[in-house]
């Protein structure tokens, strides 16, 4: 029994989450990437997983590599760029996945808006430009300022602003179009409202809801996430209202992370990453139920049911911050890696990046210096555990 994992970065996701859950399953694990050496360093701890170079972004070269290799029982990711190509596999080889045609439509922003109106569950305005002169040509002629500019495929809030103007549109636009060359972007309605997560789990025969967070992101134009609070159930109206939008776009297999906002009642869906949580969200969820929720993710992928009373094991409260960069520079000083409970909190911090090292400031996720994870038995022994750690600890950055 095989396991093929496809991957571009090494992420905690795959070296905390998954390949110790197929370690305790059992499959052999051969991990296809374009970056084979970062892969090889990065799992000291898994020596028995086979790393294979493949130009893992194209679904042919997967089908190729595996099938001159060992006969898979799984193909499986949990990266954003590559869902689609992994459900490609999996079909091409008769086995479990996703439908590839619901993978894309998750990925290309443009075409989720257009099957959710088309499917009547929700209609937001949306153009897309792949050119400046689109910036200011009939695509976004009657655009509803505010508006939100980001590319069409992107992630981890990278070039997504909220632009107030056409004069603002234009600036981005450009400004975005050059450091991308070939992107294609999206201008679509501001959508108000309190921002949250749904976190959802399902074989293709049940689909469980495993809770979901409220997320805050950093003052506008921009929309880094900064603090993630676990929600351990959200009213019914709304999870039904997002699993509509997600039946609508035929997500139901495996993980999927989706991103929405509640104003005056309404859900909207503003994004769906049809996999699992991201930034430690994931290691966190997995503690604070008292789940093995990666091996359950691969479960579904080896074609085993998952269990009927998944829902019913939520405990807890739990809160992520991400301490982040305000300004381009070299990270001169930060706290080490710490493990410790605190009245009740388990709290976990992870540096994600080393002093010394020099970045610019790119308004996005990839600003964050590290990210504490606490759970504990109520919400406010955990923020107040979460304050006392930042206030106990700095991070200095040097022009």
């Known amino acids: 029994m095989r396991l093929y994992l496809l991957a571009l970065n090494p992420t905690d996701s795959v070296t905390e989450g998954f390949l110790p859950a197929a370690a305790r399953l059992g499959p052999d694990v051969t991990l296809l ?3 084979p050496d970062a892969h090889r360093a990065a799992y000291p701890d898994h020596p028995g997983v086979e790393v294979l170079p493949c130009d893992v972004r194209d679904f042919r070269a997967v089908i190729t590599r595996i099938s001159t290799h060992h006969r898979p029982a799984a193909v499986f990711t949990n990266s954003d760029h590559l869902q689609t190509q992994a459900a490609l596999a999996a079909q091409y080889f008769g086995l479990p996945g996703k439908d590839w045609r619901a993978t894309l439509r998750c990925k290309d922003k ?22 400046p002169a689109d910036l200011t040509g009939p695509p976004v002629a009657d655009a509803p300022y505010p508006c939100v500019l980001k590319p069409r495929e992107g ?13 603002d549109l234009v600036a981005h636009g450009k400004e975005i179009l050059a450091r991308r060359p070939g992107a294609t972007l999206v201008v679509e309605e501001y959508l108000p409202g309190e921002l949250y997560t749904l ?38 109206p709304v999870v039904a209202q997002v699993l509509a939008q997600l039946d609508a776009l035929g997500v139901g297999f495996g993980a999927c992370h989706t ?5 005056e009642g309404r859900a909207r869906v503003i994004e769906v990453n049809y996999r699992a949580i991201g930034d430690q969200c994931d290691l966190l969820l997995a503690e604070l139920l008292d789940l093995p929720l990666f091996e359950h993710i691969l479960r579904a ?45 388990h709290l976990t911090y992870r540096p994600l990046r080393r002093v010394g090292e020099r970045h610019e400031l790119y308004r996005t996720n990839r600003d964050y210096l590290g990210v504490l994870r ?24 040097q022009p």
């Open 33 to 35: 990437t374009d970056q």
């Open 301 to 345: 992928h080896l074609g085993e049911p998952l269990p009927a009373d998944l829902e019913s094991r939520r405990v807890g409260a739990a809160r992520l911050e991400y301490p982040c960069a305000d300004r381009a520079g070299t990270l001169v000083a930060a706290p080490e890696p710490t493990e410790l409970h605190v009245d009740g909190v």
């Open 374 to 397: 606490a759970t504990g038995t109520g919400q406010e022994a955990v923020d107040r555990a979460v304050a006392e750690f930042v206030a106990a600890h700095r991070w200095e950055i």
């Open 259 to 263: 991103e929405f906002v509640v104003h």
């Open 155 to 167: 992630v981890a809030s990278e070039d997504v602003v909220l632009v107030e103007n056409p004069a």
């Open 199 to 236: 976190e959802t789990l399902g074989d293709g025969r049940v689909r469980h809801v495993l809770g979901g967070f409220h997320t805050e992101v950093s003052p506008l134009p921009y929309f880094i996430e900064q603090r993630m609070t676990f929600v351990p159930a959200h009213t019914e």
């Open 110 to 131: 443009g075409e989720m808006r257009r099957r959710l109106a088309t499917a009547g569950v929700d209609t937001v305005w949306s153009a897309e430009i792949t050119e």
